[in-house]
T-cell receptor, first 114, second 113 residues
Framework: DAGITQSPRHKVTETGTPVTLRCHQTENHRYMYWYRQDPGHGLRLIHYSYGVKDTDKGEVSDGYSVSRSKTEDFLLTLESATSSQTSVYFC?????????????FGPGTRLTVL | AQSVTQLDSQVPVFEEAPVELRCNYSSSVSVYLFWYVQYPNQGLQLLLKYLSGSTLVKGINGFEAEFNKSQTSFHLRKPSVHISDTAEYFCAVSGGGSYIPTFGRGTSLIVHP
């Protein structure tokens, strides 16, 4: 158990509203990631972080921003949600010493944008 | 650049039959290879991984995979499946100093009684 929680687990919102998803980890891992999962597309990387205040874009970053002010929390924000952002969002971390090649995933957040 | 192709989007099989889920990758550097499983309404769990050494890798729940460098494949196998193996399976590749894996689109394994 990599100690990853995501909140909320489910959210329904309306087009144009801001939304923030939270990923929390308890084991002081340096690398954290946000993915979205859509049928037929597998997992696609949105943003990732390699330390506090150090973040970078993934392949589908448009419309998303992230912040990491503490090691344990990685926030994903949709500034103005659109229906195309309806998806399941997963947070992941990279394992610690001796296991830095492997990602471990949170339980996911199902977001519906009406 | 690296990429992963999972050749089957869906694999139906009867309980206690053997199964193979196919994965091919492309990469210009040496690779790490992974299989993850996702049960309904859950996150991804690591099933097994290949980093180096023996090309036959054993994972949890009786699954195994074989790394074939010449064919750039990492197929997942199980000799006898159970109903509880019904899930989505993802192949992933990383390497070249990058911690960030590239995922395939997934294969839905459906086990019928």
């Amino acid at each position: 158990d990599a100690g990853i929680t995501q909140s909320p687990r489910h959210k329904v919102t309306e087009t144009g509203t801001p939304v923030t998803l939270r990923c929390h980890q308890t084991e002081n891992h340096r690398y954290m990631y946000w993915y979205r999962q859509d049928p037929g597309h597998g997992l696609r990387l949105i943003h990732y972080s390699y330390g506090v205040k150090d973040t970078d874009k993934g392949e589908v970053s448009d419309g998303y921003s992230v912040s990491r002010s503490k090691t344990e929390d990685f926030l994903l924000t949709l500034e103005s949600a659109t229906s195309s952002q309806t998806s399941v969002y997963f947070c992941a971390i990279t394992g610690s010493r001796g296991d830095t090649d492997t990602q471990y995933f949170g339980p996911g957040t199902r977001l519906t944008v009406l | 650049a690296q990429s992963v192709t999972q050749l089957d989007s869906q694999v139906p099989v009867f309980e206690e039959a053997p199964v193979e889920l196919r994965c091919n990758y492309s990469s210009s550097v040496s690779v790490y290879l992974f299989w993850y499983v996702q049960y309904p309404n859950q996150g991804l769990q690591l099933l097994l991984k290949y980093l180096s050494g023996s090309t036959l890798v054993k994972g949890i729940n009786g699954f195994e995979a074989e790394f074939n460098k010449s064919q750039t494949s990492f197929h997942l196998r199980k000799p006898s499946v159970h109903i509880s193996d019904t899930a989505e399976y993802f192949c992933a590749v990383s390497g070249g100093g990058s911690y960030i894996p590239t995922f395939g689109r997934g294969t839905s394994l459906i086990v019928h009684p």
